[in-house]
Antibody, heavy 119, light 110 residues
Framework: QVQLVQSGAEVKEPGASVKVSCKASGYTLTSYYTHWVRQAPGQGLEWMGVIAPTTDTTKSAQKFQGRVTMTRDTSTSTVYMELSSLRSEDTAVYYC????????????WGQGTLVTVSS | QSALTQPASVSGSPGQSITISCTGTSSDVGGYNRVSWYQQHPGKAPKLMIYHVSNRPSGVSNRFSGSKSGNTASLTISGLQAEDEADYYCNSYTSTSTYVFGTGTKVTVL
């Protein structure tokens, strides 16, 4: 069955970077885009960006440009999202979600990874 | 890109119907039939409920339906049940090839 399994919770100091992984199983990674969405405590969902399935092309929300890096390793069916220059406002649950090419919706989601930024 | 506008809360009694609106612009909701809706229970990942404005994925109850008029999309839940109590978010593709979520609506079953 389709699963997206994310890495565990992280605690980081302000100014540091965090790298969250999302391991896909039950489907071919190269047939799907992988999106990243975050949710601050008690807040709504916020789209961060997407990595294309075969070209490594990425697109991110303007708010995160220059701070977010998305990569993938097809040999392990794993996608990564790295966020740098962390500040307290980046404390959130980060989700990965898949989109079949050019369908424009997210049909399966990871379980979420809590990233806490605190000194 | 500003978040799409949703009412903060909507409530209804069991068996009733409720509608959640999602208002954007001609650069997102109004420009494309690429609106989706997600249900999120506390502490859980979002779940796809509607895609392409009005299509239901396999396994989603037919009590959930979607529509769009101009720059506003809507999600209707008919025959409201206790299990429908959750947060709901709309999402749209945009003219800059990005995506934007709605502000979210808390549905309460009275």
């Amino acid at each position: 069955q389709v699963q997206l399994v994310q890495s565990g919770a992280e605690v980081k100091e302000p100014g540091a970077s965090v790298k969250v992984s999302c391991k896909a199983s039950g489907y071919t990674l190269t047939s799907y885009y992988t999106h990243w969405v975050r949710q601050a405590p008690g807040q709504g969902l916020e789209w961060m960006g997407v990595i294309a399935p075969t070209t490594d092309t990425t697109k991110s929300a303007q708010k995160f440009q220059g701070r977010v890096t998305m990569t993938r390793d097809t040999s392990t069916s794993t996608v990564y999202m790295e966020l740098s220059s962390l500040r307290s406002e980046d404390t959130a649950v980060y989700y990965c979600a898949r989109e079949m090419r050019d369908t424009f919706y997210f049909d399966y989601w990871g379980q979420g990874t809590l990233v806490t930024v605190s000194s | 890109q500003s978040a799409l506008t949703q009412p903060a809360s909507v409530s209804g009694s069991p068996g009733q119907s409720i509608t959640i609106s999602c208002t954007g612009t001609s650069s997102d909701v109004g420009g494309y039939n690429r609106v989706s809706w997600y249900q999120q229970h506390p502490g859980k990942a979002p779940k796809l409920m509607i895609y392409h404005v009005s299509n239901r994925p396999s396994g989603v109850s037919n009590r959930f339906s979607g529509s769009k008029s101009g720059n506003t999309a809507s999600l209707t839940i008919s025959g409201l049940q206790a299990e429908d109590e959750a947060d709901y978010y709309c999402n749209s593709y945009t003219s800059t090839s990005t995506y934007v979520f709605g502000t979210g609506t808390k549905v309460t079953v009275l």
